[in-house]
């Protein structure tokens, strides 16, 4: 079983920064990779970044620029560094694991993290 715990979320001004962290905790043989979704209200969940255990990353493309996904695989984290934000980028941000146990791969999600950017 594994648990995501994110945190970093607040209430930030247009063109602002913040950074989100999300530490994996639990029994598992290896972390896969790691990612972030965000969900506005009255929206689907939507992908924003994912790293791999090799270090690829994918970025949606509204986030390209803005947006830098980082791993630190010995402290199980995965962080998002989010600059330049607007309005647009409002929603709950959810930390996602792809996670290897000695039984198989199983997906995991962490409770979100609120990210309001105002005008």
């Known amino acids: 079983q594994v648990q995501l715990v994110e945190s970093g979320g607040g209430l930030v001004q247009a063109g602002g920064s913040l950074r989100l962290s999300c530490a994996a905790s639990?029994?598992?043989?290896?972390?896969?990779?790691m990612g972030w979704y965000r969900q506005a209200p009255g929206k689907q969940r939507e992908l924003v970044a994912t790293?791999?255990?090799?270090?690829?990353?994918n970025y949606a493309d509204s986030v390209k620029g803005r947006f830098t996904i980082s791993r630190d695989n010995t402290k199980n984290t995965v962080y998002l560094q989010m600059n330049s934000l607007n309005p647009e980028d409002t929603a709950v941000y959810y930390c996602?694991?792809?996670?290897?146990?000695?039984?198989?791969?199983?997906?995991?999600w962490g409770q979100g993290t609120q990210v309001t950017v105002s005008s």
């Open positions: 996602n694991a792809i996670v290897s146990h000695w039984t198989g791969q199983r997906d995991y």
């Open positions: 790293v791999t255990n090799g270090g690829s990353t």
């Open positions: 639990g029994s598992f043989f290896r972390i896969n990779a």
